[in-house]
């Protein structure tokens, strides 16, 4: 569990620390033109971000509620990591729709781990 545990914290971190580096920076496209879709997207993320963190410490720490709240977690940023990228795929910056691909795969083996390992032994 130690995989899925610190992949969803690292990632609930990360997408934190990516999200104020952009906005401290200015370099946030569209945020003029597409303001209030942007506050609805930020708001799914920071929700995104810090289930990811706080599911990924429950988990590290065995707590009973991990047992929904990380597939719930991951499931979110699953979600995140299929749309997200399209943003970039229409700018045509194929490494970041990349960096998203890479990050997908690994959310679904951190999910397959855990699911795993919550199975019945046989199943």
Do not use: C
């Amino acid at each position: 569990m130690k995989f899925a545990s610190g992949y969803a914290i690292v990632v609930g971190a990360l997408m934190l620390i990516v999200w104020a580096f952009l906005l401290v920076a200015g370099e946030v496209p569209d945020i003029q033109t597409q303001f209030l879709a942007l506050v609805f997207h930020w708001a799914a993320e920071l929700v995104t971000a810090l289930a990811l963190i706080a599911s990924g410490l429950a988990l590290w720490r065995n707590k009973g509620w991990a047992a929904w709240g990380f597939p719930l977690a991951m499931g979110m940023l699953i979600y995140s990591l299929i749309n997200s990228p399209g943003f970039y795929a229409q700018a045509q910056e194929w490494g970041m729709v990349g960096l998203f691909a890479v990050l997908l795969a690994l959310a679904v083996v951190a999910l397959a781990l855990f699911v795993r390992r919550r199975l019945p032994s046989g199943t």
